[in-house]
């Protein structure tokens, strides 16, 4: 069982940053292939970033070249840098998590553990 907690969501100008944290329990974290996914207000859930066990990375067109996911693997936390966030951000962010996932990252139903959400609000 892994349990996520994320942090760092909050109110940011469009133009702006934030850093999102995602802390995980249990002693395996390394082994797990982590997730960002956001959902915004009627909308479905989407892919934003994901970073495998090894350490190589995944992103969404819509966030390539603005967000970076990054993992810190003594912390058992993975981040996402925000850069250059626009009003179309806006969305509830959730991390996840799939023991040893390597391939189809960007589909919400191969991860097995979600965190509760942080709220990202980007104003025009």
């Known amino acids: 069982q892994v349990q996520l907690v994320e942090s760092g969501g909050g109110l940011v100008q469009a133009g702006g940053s934030l850093r999102l944290s995602c802390a995980a329990s249990?002693?395996?974290?390394?082994?797990?292939?982590m997730g960002w996914f956001h959902q915004a207000p009627g909308k479905e859930r989407e892919f934003g970033a994901a970073?495998?066990?090894?350490?190589?990375?995944y992103y969404a067109d819509s966030v390539k070249g603005r967000f970076t996911i990054s993992r810190d693997n003594a912390k058992n936390t993975v981040y996402l840098q925000m850069n250059s966030l626009k009003p179309e951000d806006t969305a509830v962010y959730y991390c996840?998590?799939?023991?040893?996932?390597?391939?189809?990252?960007?589909?919400?139903?191969?991860?097995?553990?979600w965190g509760q959400g942080t709220q990202v609000t980007v104003s025009s």
């Open positions: 249990g002693r395996t974290f390394s082994s797990y292939a």
């Open positions: 970073i495998r066990p090894g350490g190589n990375t």
């Open positions: 996840a998590a799939a023991w040893g996932l390597s391939y189809e990252l960007g589909n919400s139903r191969r991860y097995d553990y």
